[in-house]
């Protein structure tokens, strides 16, 4: 089982907002420790230390050694809670990992030869990515750091999908069952809209404007026509046409 973090923990018996409250005024960070067919566990941890690894996408997707009451125990984090407005740990979950059961965690997917890409380097695509991670299940033993996909051939409209995605032996993906969604894309840049030429502006806005002295309709009425403007042929018609 690869461990790649270490970190000091101590048990606390109080629960509760106010417990929790005195503990982060502490410098401290309250979690809870979980599965392994054992009962939960309130831990506390030291923030400061913590504040060192969240930016480390490997704490999120890798097993560690909690220490802990003299006893060393791998978990997993399950989830962290991140202060609304400050850069500090609010609260944290992790579940116990035993070595012959299997685990769900969710792994980032890296990406190599999207620069030499030719739907990018030479057709002029645009790269989406559509996943930065997914679920994984496999043993303890089992867990890669990440998973890796190659795009270096793919080509303009061309897509990759979950099936695409190489896995190590024992590692599966459970999604896979339900959608084979894509992961990554490359697609056309979207046609800008040229810009109307001077005459074309001018043209548009003579055809919107009303004739020179003509008075604007009043709601349910017809436009009158400016003075001095000949009525329409069929106008004129009705007009010289002899009354009934």
Known sequence: MRITFELDAEYRETQGKGASRRLRHEGKVPAILYGGRQEPRQL?????????LVDDERLYSSIMNVKVGGENQAVILRDIQ?????????????QRVVE????????????KGEAVAPGVKTQGG????????????CLPADLPEFLELDLSE???????????????????????ARNDAVVVSIHSPRAEEPEPTEGAAVAEGAAAAPAAGAEAAKPGEA????????????????????KK
Not at 44 to 52: D, E
Not at 100 to 111: A, D, G, T, V
Not at 127 to 137: C, F, G, Q, T
Not at 224 to 241: E, F, L, Q, S, Y
């Open 154 to 176: 793919m080509n303009i409209n061309e897509s990759k999908h979950l099936s695409d995605v190489p896995l190590p032996k024992g590692v599966a993906i459970p999604a896979l």
């Open 100 to 111: 012959q059961e299997e685990i769900r965690i969710y792994l980032p997917i890296h990406f």
């Open 82 to 94: 991140m202060h609304p407005a400050k850069n500090r740990v609010v609260h944290m979950d992790m």
């Open 223 to 242: 436009a009158k026509p400016a003075a001095g403007a000949k009525p329409a042929a069929g106008d004129a018609a009705k007009k010289d046409a002899p």
């Open 126 to 137: 645009v790269l989406a990515h559509r996943m930065s991670d997914v679920e994984v299940v």
């Open 44 to 52: 506390s941890f030291n923030h400061q230390k913590l504040m060192t």
